[in-house]
């Protein structure tokens, strides 16, 4: 197997990222196409193998080259049949054979997981896990995603749900709607989106001087890089916000980690590219709240991996059932 390669797929709503990768988990080619949403999603697997199919042609490469396909989609998804539940965005109906569909356009060993779950593993692969048996993920993005797992294995639950960090409630009465339907998740305070939110919030409330408020008035908007950069530079406004975020992840990464205990909870996605300032603050917070035994043991850390978690924690999923 030593000249043969996995593939690792990241479906995105927008674009979708692929990896050939050696089955040391080293990435040999990685590329995006656009994800084609439309006609009910039913040109997004053919697209996928088509793309697979033209590079390794480009490469001079034999279809046998490659021994399987992992992919990460956004949604809740059964592993063991591949059937993804439920996804807004990308024109399926609910329960699509996702699995099937793909080994069938491209002719080869499939197998899928939830996207989140798919970062962590790559992190647990070759990134800031560093071959942890138990870490939970969590993914600090748009939205706020986790992935978490146990001994080896990402930890699925009944309905394939299990794992959603972002769904935990911080605030019980009167918290923001969330994109699940329920208000005052953890997603809405500690997501890029969320932190915008609690930002603009603060600044609606009149009379606040400072740099965020300037770069507000000079854009017409801010981003959650602006805010982390504010209050860098020491913006009261943008400090009292961070402070609320870093509180809540704090506290429900302490209370996760009291339940499992794992080696390593690692901070991912656009958000955690603030880093030690973020990494430091959350520690702090998770140091009060962390059971003795836990707060000397669980370690938190920054992901390692970037964008290419995803597809490497794909391709980690289909090496290993290639394996079993
Ligand atoms: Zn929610």
């Given at each position: 197997?030593?000249n043969?390669?996995?593939?690792?797929?990241?479906l995105g709503?927008t674009?979708?990222?692929i990896?050939?990768?050696?089955m040391?988990?080293?990435?040999?080619?990685?590329?995006?196409?656009?994800?084609?949403?439309?006609n009910?999603?039913?040109?997004?697997?053919t697209?996928?193998?088509?793309a697979?199919?033209?590079?390794?042609?480009?490469l001079?490469?034999?279809?046998?080259?490659l021994?399987?396909?992992?992919?990460?989609?956004p949604?809740?998804?059964?592993?063991?049949?591949?059937?993804?539940?439920?996804v807004?965005?990308?024109?399926?109906?609910?329960?699509?054979?996702l699995k099937?569909?793909l080994?069938?356009?491209?002719?080869?060993?499939?197998a899928?997981?939830?996207?989140?779950?798919?970062?962590a593993?790559?992190?647990?692969?070759?990134g800031?896990g560093?071959?942890?048996?138990?870490?939970?993920?969590?993914?600090?993005?748009?939205?706020?995603?986790?992935?978490v797992?146990a001994?080896?294995s990402i930890?699925?639950?009944?309905n394939?749900?299990a794992?959603?960090?972002?769904?935990?409630?911080?605030i019980?009465?009167g918290g923001?709607?969330?994109?699940?339907?329920?208000?005052?998740?953890?997603?809405?305070?500690?997501?890029a989106t969320?932190?915008?939110?609690?930002?603009?919030?603060?600044?609606?409330?009149g009379?606040?001087?400072g740099e965020?408020a300037?770069?507000l008035?000079?854009?017409?908007?801010?981003?959650?890089?602006?805010?982390f950069?504010?209050a860098?530079?020491?913006?009261?406004?943008?400090?009292?916000?961070?402070?609320?975020?870093y509180?809540?992840?704090g506290?429900?990464?302490?209370?996760?980690?009291n339940?499992?205990?794992?080696?390593n909870?690692v901070?991912?996605?656009?958000v955690?590219?603030?880093?030690?300032?973020?990494?430091?603050?959350?520690?702090?917070?998770?140091?009060?709240?962390?059971?003795?035994?836990?707060?000397?043991?669980?370690?938190l850390a920054?992901?390692?991996?970037g964008n290419?978690?995803?597809v490497?924690?794909a391709?980690?999923?289909?090496?290993?059932?290639?394996?079993?």
């Open positions: 197997m030593a043969q390669w996995i593939a690792g797929v990241d709503g674009t979708t990222k990896a050939f990768i050696t040391d988990g080293e990435i040999v080619h990685k590329w995006e196409i656009p994800t084609d949403n439309s009910e999603g039913q040109n997004i697997t697209n996928i193998a088509k697979i199919n033209e590079k390794l042609n480009q001079g490469k034999s279809n046998d080259s021994l399987g396909i992992g992919m990460g989609a949604g809740p998804v059964d592993y063991e049949t591949g059937i993804i539940l439920n807004v965005n990308l024109g399926w109906k609910d329960n699509y054979p099937e569909s080994e069938a356009a491209a002719s080869m060993p499939v899928v997981e939830n996207d989140a779950n798919c970062a593993l790559g992190e647990m692969w070759k800031a560093n071959g942890a048996k138990n870490l939970v993920c969590v993914t600090l993005g748009t939205g706020v995603g986790g992935g797992i001994n080896g930890v699925q639950g009944k394939g749900a794992g959603e960090i972002g769904h935990i409630t911080v019980p009465d923001a709607p969330c994109n699940c339907g329920k208000t005052g998740c953890l997603e809405t305070i500690a997501s969320g932190i915008v939110r609690l930002a603009n919030e603060e600044l609606l409330k009379e606040s001087k965020l300037e770069r008035a000079a854009n017409g908007k801010i981003t959650s890089k602006d805010v950069e504010s860098e530079n020491g913006d009261a406004l943008a400090n009292k916000v961070l402070k609320e975020v509180f809540h992840l506290f429900v990464l302490a209370s996760i980690a339940t499992l205990n794992p080696d909870i901070l991912g996605g656009g955690s590219k603030a880093g030690n300032i973020l990494l430091d603050a959350v520690t702090e917070n998770f140091a009060k709240f962390a059971f003795s035994a836990v707060r000397d043991s669980t370690k920054l992901a390692t991996l290419d978690a995803g490497l924690g391709a980690w999923l289909i090496k290993n059932k290639l394996n079993q």
